[in-house]
């Protein structure tokens, strides 16, 4: 019986820190210790890669493990899910390509072993900043994307990555506290006019786990060490692995 689903976020692949190749192998080894026998799902939400832009006829190099990792897990019978963050949300087909499947509509609701589930990236739920929100609009925006995709890739994912990677020496910001149920993506979860049983998110590089009403908020914290979350369907559990 296949009953576990996965749950992993901001593992930021390619990131331009020492850190770097070891965080991408044990992204690897995590996903080569997921039981294939007994997991129907992988949900991949948001912010995988540091730095990810397709173009037409070209994709960032690298990351051939973590590839072939995914590529045996579906071929195992594992379904694949990616959920764009904002590092990583310029896919066009590529991970569909390889088999995922990929939502473009967030929040995703769906029901997994009986229980209705929330997910998403989280970055553009509740009170966003409307700084933060005009960036994102500009991202989103055809005509940026479209003049975007007309530098050369050595270009174009050369700046990419070297803005990611700006965005956290720079001028790095401090480490995100928790607020409880004053925190605008809880309030957004208790207005929430869906029947849902978990939310689950990730984004906000700190690990949270509190109840909303009936249901319950999960937030996964970064990789700087592996974390993840699992859902048994035979218990209906839901738990934040690391």
């Known amino acids: 019986m296949k009953n576990l689903t996965y749950f992993v976020s901001d593992v930021h692949l390619g990131l331009r820190l020492p850190e770097a190749p070891e965080r991408e192998r044990r992204f690897v080894e995590f996903l080569r210790s997921i039981p294939v026998d007994k997991t129907e799902a992988l949900y991949m939400l948001g912010d995988i890669w540091d730095f990810w832009y397709e173009y037409k006829d070209v994709v960032p190099k690298g990351y051939a493990q973590v590839f072939a990792a995914l590529l045996d897990l579906m071929a195992a019978g594992v379904k694949v899910y990616f959920i764009e963050g904002n590092h990583d949300q310029w896919s066009y087909g590529y991970f569909s390509e390889l088999g995922m499947t990929c939502p473009k509509v967030q929040p995703y609701y769906t029901e997994i072993g009986g229980k209705r589930f929330c997910l998403g990236h989280g970055d553009m739920l509740g009170d966003v900043p409307p700084k933060y929100r005009r960036i994102q609009w500009m991202f989103h925006n055809k005509l940026f994307r479209t003049m975007f995709s007309a530098l050369h890739p050595r270009i174009g994912i050369g700046w990419g990555k070297t803005w990611s ?29 869906e029947k849902v049983d978990f939310f689950v998110f990730g984004h906000y590089h700190t690990a949270w786990d509190i109840p909303v009403g009936d249901s319950r908020l999960m937030v996964m914290a970064d990789w700087k060490e592996p974390n993840w979350i699992v859902f048994d369907a035979s218990t209906g559990e839901l738990r934040a692995c690391s």
């Open 165 to 193: 990677r700006a965005s956290r020496t720079h001028k790095p910001a401090p480490k995100y506290v928790f607020t409880g149920e004053d925190e605008p993506l809880y309030r957004w979860c208790k207005a929430c006019r």
